[in-house]
């Protein structure tokens, strides 16, 4: 049965492609300075100080009006960093040791101990303990991190955006530089794994550009190890009312399909944006509103060969809980309305994410799923009218309950969301019909359309839902 599936999942890809802590002061007596790390000290070797060059320093612009007025209370270091102990350090620990060193040194310690780097990011703080270490540091302690360790500073659920988005790219582009000498200096064997990763790097540097008219995109996340980690924001997501993040199922990767997933999702931005300005006229909530959306490749998808294991979905639910917390830590106070959208594994691994209770979102959408441990919406937390499930015809994945209950099922309690195609009730223009495990995502279809509204706090204006099966749909949203 799996090798059936699997099978069939392979041609639906090849045939429809895809569309106590301790703070920096502000200035440290000379005799602290004597005693600070050098890099010997971290392992870096002699004369192998990673020196502060132009790219590094453009992490951050000390005058950022980002920065300003943020810094919080100084807290003088009690006691020196002890060298020895930095590499078997994790989480926030490490963070609260880091800040104490120079921006050399600290690029220092991640080139020569990129395995601390790893477990860090493998198992980070939580988003609100790493947005309370920013705040506790002064500016000139963020702008030392932001400038030695940009690979960090980038992928730290909990730190501003902005600056993320900031730091990922500096590592894009030194990675690249890095990748394009590696090709002239390595053998035949090494240079094809050379090339794979420039291919992949590639492609996150083009997910990134933007064309005049269109809304600007933010690298939110990247891995450059092949076959990476992305995400890449359409959009303001410090400022966005409405947020949603597209999560991934089997054969996604960064090295393959960054580009169109960021396409997507900017096909969701201009969807949701004409939806704002038509039903604002009688909603004034939505007046002025705004959104965001994310093509968001934050774990390792299955493929053929390990589709039948929970191991990567376990993984998955981990990596997008910590994402969604970042962006709640980061806009603590004034959150946005975020909306989960999920395809295939990806929904498996976001329903056991919530389930756990890991992570809260205002509204969820699974589609093209292949089941959940979570036996209905009861067990999710969530109100029936925030969950939505859409199954496309000639699916093979829908239905097959493989990994658990089946969302689609009426004992689930889900809202059903029609993506078959047929007449917008409200602007009475025609919707495509979703085909196969990967039609969902096409521009025009009532898969989309929905989508858009679910991720508005629109779900009453949903096709298929009960609420509109009511005759509440009308135009306006009232």
Do not use: C
Not at 24 to 46: E, H, I, K, R, W
Not at 52 to 64: E, H, I, N, T, Y
Not at 195 to 222: C, D, N, Y
Not at 227 to 236: E, H, L
């Amino acid at each position: 049965m799996l090798f059936g599936v699997a099978a069939l999942l392979a041609t639906s890809v090849t045939l429809s492609g895809v569309a106590g802590v301790v703070g920096v002061p502000q200035t440290v007596a000379p005799d602290f300075l004597a005693v600070a790390v050098s890099s010997t000290a971290v392992g870096a070797g002699a004369g192998s100080t990673v020196a502060d060059g132009p790219a590094r320093q453009a992490a951050v612009d000390p005058a950022s009006p980002r920065l300003a007025g943020a810094q919080g209370p100084r807290v003088s270091p009690t006691r020196a960093v002890d060298a020895g102990l930095l590499p078997n350090l994790g989480g926030r620990a490490l963070l609260d040791q880091l800040t104490l060193l120079s921006s050399r040194d600290i690029a220092a310690f991640v080139e020569a101990h990129p395995a601390s780097v790893a477990r860090l990011l493998a198992s980070p703080p939580s988003a609100k303990s790493v947005a309370g270490w920013w705040a506790l540091n002064s500016d000139a302690a963020r702008e030392t991190f932001l400038t030695g360790a940009p690979e960090l500073a980038g992928n730290l659920d909990g730190l501003p955006m902005r600056l993320r988005d900031e730091a990922n790219r500096v590592v894009l582009r030194e990675s690249i530089a890095a990748a394009k000498a590696e090709m002239s200096g390595l053998g035949r064997a090494h240079q094809v794994d050379a090339a794979q990763r420039l291919h992949m790097l590639g492609e996150v540097r083009t997910s990134l550009v933007t064309r005049a008219g269109q809304p600007p995109r933010h690298l939110l996340q990247l891995d450059t190890v092949w076959p990476g980690r992305a995400a890449v924001v359409i959009g303001d997501l410090e400022s966005a009312d409405f947020v949603s993040y597209f999560v991934p199922g089997m054969f996604f990767s960064t090295d393959r399909l960054i580009v169109e997933w960021s396409v997507i999702a900017e096909d969701l931005y201009t969807e949701q944006t004409d939806w704002i300005r038509l039903l604002a006229r009688d909603d004034a909530k939505l007046r002025g509103a705004s959104v965001a959306t994310v093509a968001w490749i934050g774990y390792q998808t299955p493929g053929l060969l390990d589709i039948a294991s929970l191991d990567l979905a376990r993984e998955g639910a981990a990596s997008i809980s910590s994402a969604v917390q970042g962006v709640q830590a980061t806009r603590a106070g004034e959150e946005p309305f975020l909306t989960l959208l999920t395809h295939s594994y990806g929904s498996t691994a976001t329903l056991m994410a919530i389930e756990s209770g890991g992570v809260e979102v205002d509204s969820l959408v699974l589609i093209g799923s292949p089941g959940s441990a979570a036996q209905s919406v009861d067990d999710l937390g969530m109100p029936s009218d925030r969950v939505f499930v859409g199954e496309a015809a000639w699916d093979p994945v829908v239905n097959s309950a493989f990994f658990g209950s089946d969302p689609g099922a009426a004992s689930f309690g889900a809202q059903s969301m029609h993506v078959a195609g047929g007449i917008d009730p409200i602007t009475g223009r025609t919707l495509a019909a979703a085909t196969g495990h990967l039609g969902y995502f096409d521009i025009g279809t009532e898969s989309m359309r929905n989508m858009s509204l679910v991720g508005l706090g629109q779900g009453h204006l949903v096709t298929g839902s009960e609420s509109a099966k009511r005759g509440t749909m009308v135009a306006g949203g009232r």
